[in-house]
């Protein structure tokens, strides 16, 4: 018995995960699973759908959205056809993924020492100075084991012929991990049967591997580290996912003033007295981490922390001043760091970009902003951005505007039809746009854990996956060989 | 049998140095019994990385740095999908030394019957190739003799030879590491006529107790050549026939052409120098 769910399946233009380019055959990783969603009830679904959103809500999986007056708490929505990687294709994104970090690490390491990427003149100074994450106060300073971004999630994308692209780092603090986790024990549930069958590689040991990566850190080797997760509250979109990730490491999570800084170490206030901290996990930006060095309003921070960090007491995961590869100029750069540093060639390519503030990529984006995505060089969550093919002529005025105000600020993009996915919608399974963060942990050895966060953008037509703009997301399955 | 090596070479300078130049063969090669998927070499302080082959058709990775600098930390990051390349029940028996003649002045076997830096050829060498070899006529069987009594005869110990040791003094001394067995090794066969080149790499213990010698570091063997048949691998550390378990870098003469680092800069010798090897093995 077959139900109808895939007979008026259409793929389009897309490359679609399930169906390949051509749309007509599902690729054959994916046989098993098509099979299993076919042989189930409508009823089944629904109540497959409606276990999956109430384990949820009990587990407390929420996010919040800012910007929005109600400054609601919403669960993620999670759609249950999971998402499928080959080992193969999986074997080539991640050996991309663990050049790119070391590239963006020896720049890092490269930007806050001899600058000789700049002086050979292969990224230019003026972008890495001015851009809004650069930290002066870094230069000079030898982080914790040299590595700078411990944990990054990198955003891939797929283009019309199914090629991996990256779209985007996220070397400060990136969010989904725990999404990832959850997911996947939501799926372990809802399918069991096929997800034993399809031998899916285990996602398990993130926590472990977080807290290993964080304990290499530590200034004091000697013993047992003392890790903590700083979160900067309640109220933060992501609070969720830090009192998950605590609580799976078996470390505390502790807000700024819960911590103290004395004589250039960093002590937590706990029942027992004041325990020295060794590593700290901070999931707070640079600016707020130290109201004597950054945002002096901050209340967030702890005072003196800087002091401690650039003493070598305590060490801060990621380092200080990472940000300056999130921005979107020097994304641009990243192919050329990679054979800078390494002498080779980049694995995963990465999306076109036009620099505004390079005067001849600034006309041509003006003269097409209708065909291009335009981007805020440091803004994340996709906001601040302009789909031009979706925007109206007085939004694409208003950029144009913004862009002759501060080319640095904007970078464009061709619109790149991203790859789409089979998604329970309200008139049953439609294709909807998916792209992956992956998180990519560097402590004693580069690790990452198979897969990684598929986002959806569950909006008919939408490019935009981000939870933030009502994007929902999938659990991904990358299969043993 | 996928297999990922992590490499680290960490030196640490009692006052800065400076203008410092270094090779390295560090990259695994790509061949009919090995594939190099990917490779990652990165140092600290970041440098420029050029790459080149050299004439023995390894991989090199070439920086400088000229300016001062108290530490210099090389890691090399590997993926290598090996195959089975020897056929245990059906070893290349059946090639006589005297056929070796026929191959002796090729281009590709001459380089290894030569006297080379660590390597003699020499009277005291050549008498006791002789007693190794016996009354064997045979090329793979008298190598794999060579390799059995080395193994047998030499004491494995660390710290009483040095990365410059030459293959006489180890010939005499019998005793060693890997670099030491291998070049033992090549003398012998050479006296004898046998092409045999040194191989530097890695190889994953599968013991279960770990009994295998040289597996937590860089490792070294030595490769024969069996007219017909090709180059066959023995390690006379572990006595064993090279199979998918090895990794290979590259190959040469002797040591000074397949070192993992070297280099030269301007400053005092290093304070400490800390190189750890972990070879993982992968899911195929």
């Not at chain 1, 003033?257 to 640079?286: E, F, S």
């Not at chain 1, 981007?375 to 208003?398: D, F, I, P």
């Amino acid at each position: 018995m077959q139900n109808e769910l895939f007979t008026s399946y259409e793929t389009d233009v897309f490359f679609d995960e399930m169906f390949g380019s051509d749309g007509i055959a599902p690729l054959d990783h994916y046989r098993s699973i098509l099979n299993r969603l076919k042989s189930l009830e409508p009823t089944q679904i629904e109540e497959k759908q409606k276990q999956a959103d109430s384990s949820f809500l009990e587990h407390g999986v929420t996010f919040t959205v800012y910007g929005d007056d109600e400054g609601t708490e919403r669960i993620f929505p999670f759609d249950l056809i999971p998402r499928v990687i080959p080992d193969k294709e999986w074997q080539k994104v991640e050996q991309g993924l663990r050049q790119r970090i070391l590239a963006l690490n020896l720049f890092l390491n490269d930007v806050y020492h001899d600058g000789k990427i700049m002086a050979e003149g292969v990224v230019p100074e003026e972008v890495v100075k001015s851009s809004a994450h650069y930290r002066q106060e870094m230069v000079g300073f030898d982080v914790p084991r040299d590595i700078f971004v411990h944990i990054c999630g990198t955003d891939l994308i797929r283009d019309e012929t199914g090629r991996y692209l990256v779209l985007e780092d996220n070397a400060r603090c990136p969010s989904g991990a725990s999404y990832l986790l959850e997911n996947r024990e939501i799926m372990k549930k809802t399918f069991p049967g096929t997800y034993q069958a399809m031998s899916v590689r285990s996602v398990e040991a993130y926590p472990e591997l977080l807290l290993r990566s964080l304990e290499f850190l530590s200034p004091r080797q000697s013993q047992k580290p003392v890790c903590v997760l700083l979160t900067p509250g309640v109220y933060n979109s992501a609070y969720f996912e830090h009192t998950f990730l605590a609580r799976q490491m078996g470390i505390e999570i502790v807000e700024g003033k819960d911590l103290i800084a004395i004589d250039g170490h960093v002590y937590m206030r706990t029942t027992h007295g004041l325990v020295q901290v060794d590593v700290i996990y901070r999931r707070l930006d640079d600016a707020f981490l130290d109201p004597l060095f950054f945002e002096e309003d901050s209340l967030l921070g702890v005072s003196g922390l800087m002091d401690a960090y650039l003493k070598g007491n305590v060490a801060l995961a990621n380092g200080i001043g990472t940000g300056v590869v999130d921005d979107k100029v020097t994304y641009a750069y990243v192919p050329e760091m990679i054979r800078f540093y390494l002498g080779q060639d980049p694995i995963l390519e990465q999306v076109p970009t036009y620099l505004c503030w390079n005067d001849q990529d600034r006309d041509y984006v003006l003269n097409n902003l209708s065909e291009l995505v335009v981007k805020s060089a440091n803004e994340s969550g996709g906001y601040g951005m302009l789909v031009g093919s979706a925007s109206t002529k007085k939004e694409r005025e208003e950029f144009a505007q913004m862009i002759q105000a501060s080319p640095r600020d904007y970078i464009a993009q061709p619109i790149i039809s991203l790859s789409r996915h089979p998604t329970f919608c309200e008139n049953g399974i439609e294709g909807r746009h998916v792209d992956l963060r992956p998180f990519i942990l560097y402590g004693e050895d580069i690790e990452i854990v198979p897969g990684g966060l598929t986002r959806v953008a569950l909006k008919k037509g939408s490019l935009v996956v981000n939870s933030s703009q009502g994007g929902g997301s999938k659990d991904t399955w990358v299969l043993k060989d | 049998m996928r297999l990922y090596v992590l490499h680290k070479t960490y030196y640490r300078y009692p006052s800065p140095v400076r203008e410092s130049f270094n090779e390295l063969r560090l990259q695994p090669l790509s061949n009919d019994w090995q594939h190099c998927e990917s490779c990652f070499v990165s140092v600290l302080p970041t440098a420029q990385m050029r790459q080149y082959l050299d004439l023995n058709g390894n991989l090199v990775h070439h920086f400088e740095i000229p300016y001062e600098h108290s530490k210099l930390i090389i890691e090399s990051r590997s993926t290598i999908l090996t195959q089975k390349r020897v056929d245990f029940d059906n070893f290349p028996y059946g090639v006589s030394l005297q056929s070796l003649r026929e191959v002796e002045g090729q281009p590709e076997c001459r380089p290894y019957l030569q006297t080379s830096q660590f390597i003699d050829i020499n009277p005291e060498a050549w008498r006791m190739a002789v007693d190794v070899r016996a009354d064997s006529q045979d090329v793979f069987q008298t190598a794999y003799q060579i390799m059995e009594f080395i193994y047998l005869n030499y004491e494995y110990c660390v710290s009483t030879t040095t990365v410059e040791t030459h293959a006489n003094e180890v010939l005499q001394s019998k005793r060693g590491v890997c670099q030491d067995f291998a070049h033992a090794a090549i003398a012998l066969c050479r006296c004898l006529g046998i092409p045999a080149r040194y191989v530097s790499g890695y190889f994953y213990d599968a013991t279960r107790d770990q009994s295998m010698r040289g597996a937590g570091a860089s490792h070294a063997w030595l490769e024969v050549m069996v007219n017909g048949y090709g180059w066959f691998g023995l390690d006379p550390t572990n006595n064993r026939v090279v199979d998918e378990n090895y990794v290979i870098l590259g190959s040469g003469r002797d040591y000074t052409d397949v070192a993992p680092v070297t280099g030269t800069y301007f400053g005092p010798s290093p304070e400490s120098l800390q190189v750890s090897v972990e070879v993982k093995r992968l899911d195929d």
